[in-house]
C-alpha cells in the first residue's frame, strides 16, 4: 500500500511557484549570513582565554616561575593585551571597511553566487587558519592580524550580495518586516558563534575558530548548488518597487501601504497570461540592451544615501563595541568565567532579534524608516548608561538590561543595513535600474563599517581608564546617529502632516456634498 503524499510536499505543492523560490531565497540566504557572523564571534568568547586570570588557577601544577601570567597566551601576557586585542579587531574591521566600497561595485559586475560562495569558502579557510595558530604553537602578533585583515576582506563579499538577492526578489510593500525577519541571522550568528566557541575556550580554543571555518565554507558551498540570484532566471516575475500612488519623500523612502508583492505573481489571481516572464518580449533577460551598473558617486547622489550611512557609521560602533567587548566586559565586571561571559553576552543578540523586526514592523506601518530609527537611539541612550551603573546588580537585572540595550542598540542599525538599503538601491530616480542595489548596500555598509572599526579600537584605548568611560563614548555615539537623521525624520513628519491635513480637507468635502444634498 503506497503512502499519501508528505504533509510538507503537499504544502509545497499547494504554494505557487514564486513564493517557493522567494522562501528558499530567504532561507538561503538567511543560513549565509548567519555562517558569516557565525565566524566573526569567536574572537570576542576567546579573548578571555587568551589573557586569564591566572591567578585563580592552581601554579604550582602548571607554572615553574612567579610571572602573574604564566598561563596566557604570547604576544596578549603583557599589560597591554587590551590594547593587542583592539588592534586584533581593528585589523578586521579597518579591512572589512575598505573592501565594503569596493566589493559592491565588484558584487553589481560579477555573478552573486560565485562572487558569494567564493568568499564563503575563503572566509572559512583564514577563520580556521587563525585557529590552528593554537595548535602550531604560533606566539607572533603578526599571524594573527594577517589572518584577520585577509578575513576582514573576504567578508566584505557576504552583505552586499545577500541584500541585492533578497531586494531582486522582494518588492516594497512588507520589506521592513521581512528583512526585520530575516535580519535576525546577524544575532542568530552571533547567538550560535558564541555557544559553539564557548564549547572548545577552556580547553582547546583553536576548535573555536576551526569549527566555525568548516561551518561557513560548508555553507558556502551548498549556496553554490542553489542560490537563484535573479526571478526572471526560474520563469518568475521581477517584483515592483514602486507603484503609481507612491508618495516620496526627501529621504528617498516611500510611504506607500500597499503591497507590491500582491501584482507580481505570474501564478496569482491577478495573473494576466499564463507565460512565464521568460517567455515574454519585454523580459528584462531579453531586453535589448541590460542597463548599466550605477558609479559611486551616482549611488552617493541618490537622496538619503549620506545621511542613513554617516548615522550607521555611529550606530554600528556602538553595536560592534558591544560585539567584541561585551564578554570581557562582563567578566572584568560581573566576575563570569569566560564560557558564562560568552553565554550571557548572547541575550544582547536575543534583543537585536526581538529590536530588528520591531523596527521594521514599525517602519512598515508608519512609513517613517528614519523617525523609527531616531525614536530607538534616544531610548537607548539612557539603557546604556542604566546597564552600566545596575545592569550587574542580579542575575535577573543583567538578563533583562541587555535584552532590551540588545533592541534599542541592534534596531536601528538592522533596519538600516536591510529596509532602508534596499529601498534606496531601488530608489524611484534609478528609473527601474536594479543595478544600484549592491552599490548602495556596500557604500552604507562601508560607512558603517568605519564605526565598526573605530568602535573596538576606541573602547581598547578607553577601557583601562575605566569602564564608564567607554559607556560614555557609546552613548555619545548614539546621540550623533540620531542628529544626524534629523533632516530626513523633519521630512517625514512634514509628510505625515500633509497627508493628515489633505485627509481632513477630503473629509470636511465629502461631509459638506453630503449636506448639499439633503
Not at 593554537?134 to 599571524?143: E, G, Q, T
Request: charged share 15%; with cysteine; hydrophobic share 45%.
Amino acid at each position: 500500500m503506497r503512502a499519501a503524499l508528505a504533509p510538507g510536499i503537499r504544502l509545497l505543492r499547494a504554494l505557487p511557484r514564486d513564493s517557493r523560490y522567494r522562501g528558499l531565497t530567504l532561507v538561503l540566504t538567511f543560513f549565509c549570513y548567519t555562517s558569516y557572523h557565525l565566524s566573526r564571534k569567536p574572537i570576542s568568547i576567546v579573548k578571555s582565554q587568551l589573557h586569564p586570570n591566572c591567578s585563580a588557577l592552581d601554579p604550582n601544577t602548571h607554572n615553574d616561575s612567579n610571572s602573574s601570567t604564566w598561563c596566557s597566551w604570547a604576544p596578549f601576557d603583557g599589560d597591554n593585551y587590551k590594547e593587542l586585542f583592539g588592534a586584533l579587531d581593528n585589523a578586521f574591521l579597518v579591512a572589512y571597511a575598505i573592501g565594503m566600497f569596493i566589493s559592491g561595485i565588484f558584487g553589481e559586475r560579477l555573478p552573486l553566487r560565485y562572487y558569494l560562495s567564493g568568499g564563503m569558502v575563503l572566509s572559512g579557510l583564514f577563520t580556521a587558519l587563525f585557529g590552528l595558530g593554537y595548535f602550531w604553537d604560533i606566539h607572533v602578533l603578526w599571524y594573527f592580524i594577517v589572518m584577520q585583515v585577509c578575513n576582514g576582506l573576504v567578508q566584505t563579499t557576504g552583505w552586499p550580495s545577500v541584500v541585492a538577492c533578497v531586494g531582486n526578489w522582494f518588492g516594497k510593500g512588507k520589506r521592513g518586516l521581512i528583512m526585520g525577519i530575516w535580519n535576525s541571522h546577524t544575532s542568530v550568528g552571533n547567538i550560535l558563534g558564541s555557544l559553539i566557541a564557548g564549547v572548545w575556550v577552556s580547553s582547546a580554543w583553536g576548535l573555536s575558530f576551526i569549527v566555525p571555518g568548516i561551518i561557513i565554507a560548508a555553507v558556502g558551498i551548498i549556496c553554490f548548488f542553489f542560490l537563484v540570484e535573479y526571478p526572471e532566471d526560474v520563469g518568475c516575475s521581477p517584483p515592483l518597487h514602486h507603484m503609481a500612488s507612491d508618495e516620496e519623500d526627501a529621504g528617498g523612502v516611500t510611504t506607500n501601504g500597499k503591497d507590491p508583492e500582491a501584482v507580481t505573481s505570474n501564478e496569482g489571481p491577478l495573473s494576466t497570461s499564463g507565460q512565464s516572464s521568460t517567455d515574454r518580449p519585454d523580459s528584462p533577460k531579453e531586453a535589448a540592451e541590460e542597463p548599466e551598473a550605477i558609479s559611486f558617486l551616482g549611488a552617493l547622489r541618490i537622496p538619503g544615501v549620506v545621511e542613513f550611512s554617516l548615522c550607521l557609521l555611529f550606530a554600528k560602533l556602538v553595536s560592534y563595541t558591544f560585539l567584541y567587548w561585551l564578554p570581557l566586559y562582563i567578566v572584568n565586571v560581573a566576575h563570569f568565567g569566560a564560557k558564562e561571559a560568552g553565554d550571557l553576552s548572547t541575550l544582547f543578540d536575543v534583543g537585536g532579534i526581538l529590536g530588528g523586526i520591531f523596527a521594521g514592523l514599525i517602519s512598515d506601518y508608519t512609513g517613517g524608516r528614519a523617525t523609527t530609527c531616531c525614536v530607538m537611539l534616544i531610548l537607548a541612550a539612557p539603557m546604556l548608561f542604566l546597564y552600566n551603573h545596575v545592569g550587574q546588580n542580579g542575575i535577573g537585572t543583567s538578563i533583562a538590561m541587555l535584552i532590551v540595550c540588545g533592541a534599542l542598540v541592534n534596531g536601528p542599525y538592522a533596519l538600516i543595513t536591510t529596509a532602508v538599503s534596499a529601498d534606496l538601491g531601488t530608489h524611484e530616480s534609478l528609473k527601474g535600474n536594479a543595478k544600484a542595489l549592491s552599490t548602495v548596500t556596500a557604500i552604507i555598509d562601508g560607512t558603517g563599517s568605519i564605526g565598526a572599526a573605530l568602535g573596538p579600537l576606541l573602547a581598547g584605548l578607553i577601557s583601562p581608564t575605566g569602564w564608564n568611560n567607554v559607556f560614555y563614548m557609546l552613548i555619545a555615539a548614539d546621540v550623533l546617529a540620531c542628529l544626524l537623521l534629523t533632516r530626513v525624520v523633519v521630512k517625514e513628519v512634514r509628510g505625515w502632516c500633509g497627508y493628515m491635513a489633505r485627509k481632513r480637507g477630503s473629509s470636511v468635502q465629502l461631509t459638506e456634498s453630503v449636506l448639499d444634498g439633503k
